[in-house]
């Protein structure tokens, strides 16, 4: 008889509420839904909000960055190249320069060499002909005395005591 009395009960109470009219639990659970709802957008949504704000700025000032350091970089690539390459026009000037005085400097003591020889050899060549003048001068006075000892030797006689002109080729 219990069991007849619950499903009693339960018919009773089944006849009396209608599906399009919320009852008080929906009307609870859908306040309690609305305040969760308010306390989420106010104090969760807008923390989280900033910060994803924030990464953005710094996600979209570090693409910035990036650009600006790429254009740098290029910028200090480009000067790099230029300043090399002014600096190699500059030591081929410098190095073209150099040998340039090298030559003239190596021309200069060749001349200077060449000049000093010059003069060197004129003056052996004066010298030596000084010399031979001297020698010859020397040899055509003491040619009569070795021609009168040779004769003395040859012949047995003195002929130094004799004077005979020597004919010179020079006399004609």
């Given at each position: ?19 399009l ?33 924030e ?63 010059s ?7 004066e010298?030596?002909t ?33 004077t ?9």
């Open positions: 008889m219990a069991d007849s009395n619950v499903v009693l009960l339960a018919a009773e109470g089944g006849g009396q509420s209608n599906f009219i919320p009852n008080g639990t929906f009307i609870f659970v859908l306040l309690i839904f609305l305040i969760v709802l308010g306390v989420i957008a106010k104090w969760v949504v807008p923390p989280i909000s900033r910060v994803l704000h990464r953005e700025a710094m996600v979209f000032k570090t693409a910035e960055d990036n650009r600006r350091a790429a254009q740098l970089r290029a910028a200090a690539d480009a000067d790099y190249r230029n300043v090399m390459a002014d600096a190699r026009r500059e030591a081929t000037s410098v190095r073209e320069e150099a040998r340039a005085e090298g030559r003239k400097i190596v021309d200069d003591a060749r001349a200077r060499a060449n000049a000093e020889v003069t060197l050899l004129q003056q052996a060549n010298q030596l000084q010399q031979s003048r001297a020698l010859t001068t020397d040899l055509q006075s003491s040619v009569e005395t070795l021609a009168a000892n040779l004769a003395s030797r040859v012949l047995g006689v003195d002929v130094a005591t004799r005979v002109p020597v004919a010179t080729g020079r006399e004609r």
